[in-house]
Structure formats: C-alpha cells, structure tokens
C-alpha cells in the first residue's frame, strides 16, 4: 500500500474536505457541485505524467487511460478546501445577490470553453501545464475580480490559506516518503527549487487553485460572502 504514494497523497487531501463537509452543513451542497466540476481536471494528468513526475498508480492505470483513480480523488479532495477555505476561517456564508448578467449554465459552459482553449494553446505552445495551469488559473481570477471587486480579498486570503493547507499536507507526505520529491518528483528539468522541501511549482500551483477555487461558486451562481450573524 505504501508504495502507492499519490494514492496516500490523495486520500490526505481528502481529510480536510471531509472535516469542513462534517462541521459547515451550509457548505456541503456547494462542496459538491464543485467536486462534479472537478473531475475533468483529473484527466490532465497525461499532461503531467511523466514529465513533471512519475508516481506508481493503482492499476497502472495511468498508462491505459491517461490518469488514474489518484487524480480523481485528489481533484474532488482540492475542490473541497480550496473552495471553502475562506469562508471557515474568516466564518463567512454565501447570500443570494440579484443576477447581473448570464445564467450560471451559460458561465460554467463558457468557462469550460474558455479552460479547453487555453489548456490546448498551451500544449501548442509547448508550454508545461505545471505552469499554464497556475498562469490560467491566476489569469481568470483576475478576470472575473474585475467584474466582481467584492471577490478580490477573498480569493488572495483564499489562496494564500488554500496554499497552507495544501503545502501542510505535501509537508506530511514528506515525512512519510522522505525522499518522494527526489524520486518521483522531475523538478531538475523545472526550476528545481524547493520551499520546506516542496517543489516551489507544487506552492504556486495551490496558491493560484486557492484563488480561482474561492472565487468560482460566487461568480457562477451570483452570490456573496456574508458575515454569520
């Protein structure tokens, strides 16, 4: 079992989610349509494997379909904390606001549209996904705080708290795999830099999901965060 450690890694991002689906009943309608939305982001991992790195899937199963079964509960694991984050901490609940605008079927289909086009510029490009990824992510959390200033602080507070968590958990794998980013990790052909013995793209990528993540459900479905009274 411990020679499976995206699977070990995947499981831990689950605990987080878990906690906030068990104590904020208020989140957990939320927690899973964004794990439904989620799920497409595991079938990127061929853009990921085995390039940027190169762990052992269940199955192997990764080399039949692309990705495995580690992807998809990583995903739906991230979506859950990263989109709730904010509103546990700074004890905040999403409040219906008048729709301006498009219907939340029309920004989720054009957002998906929008993450399509950009995925496969950067394959194009050739530029790794290890970076298109955070650069779209950041890209659109910007776009829509335009259109939405009340959503500025929260995704930087949200990004910045998804990315503890997120480096907290990394930080428990190392102990358990001392030498996991050595060995399966590729940074030497990135920037092969490490923050507490984390690739440095692992801190931003969780940062930038941080962002977009806290921000998405308020945009697509026209609300806000509000104080518990």
């Known amino acids: 079992m411990l020679e499976y450690n995206f699977l070990i890694l995947s499981l831990l991002f689950l605990i987080p989610s878990f906690l906030v689906f068990l104590l904020r009943r208020d989140l957990r309608r939320m927690m899973v349509s964004l794990a439904l939305y989620s799920i497409p982001f595991a079938f990127t991992e061929r853009y990921f494997y085995p390039t940027y790195w190169e762990p052992?899937?269940?199955w192997n199963l990764v080399e039949i379909f692309g990705?495995?079964?580690e992807?998809?509960?990583?995903?739906?694991?991230?979506?859950?904390?990263?989109?709730?984050i904010y509103a546990v901490v700074f004890k905040k609940r999403f409040y219906p606001i008048k729709q301006v605008g498009y219907s939340p079927r029309f920004i989720l289909i054009f957002l998906f549209l929008i993450i399509t086009f950009a995925v496969l510029i950067f394959v194009y490009l050739e530029i790794h996904?290890?970076?298109?990824?955070?650069?779209?992510?950041?890209?659109?959390?910007?776009?829509i705080s335009l259109k939405r200033q009340d959503l500025l602080l929260p995704g930087i507070f949200g990004g910045i708290l998804c990315c503890f968590v997120y480096t907290s958990l990394c930080y428990v794998i190392y102990?358990?795999?001392p030498d996991i980013f050595q060995i399966?990790?590729?940074?030497?052909?990135?920037l092969n830099k490490k923050l507490f013995f984390i690739p440095i793209e692992e801190i931003?990528?969780?940062f930038t999901a941080g962002c977009i993540a806290t921000v998405f459900y308020p945009t697509v479905y026209h609300t806000a965060f509000k104080n518990f009274e």
């Open 67 to 69: 990705f495995g079964v």
């Open 129 to 143: 996904l290890i970076y298109g990824a955070p650069i779209l992510m950041i890209v659109l959390y910007f776009g």
């Open 71 to 84: 992807d998809l509960i990583f995903v739906i694991g991230l979506s859950g904390f990263s989109s709730t």
């Open 204 to 206: 931003l990528y969780s």
């Open 56 to 58: 052992k899937f269940l």
């Open 184 to 190: 399966t990790w590729h940074t030497e052909k990135f």
């Open 175 to 177: 102990l358990i795999y």
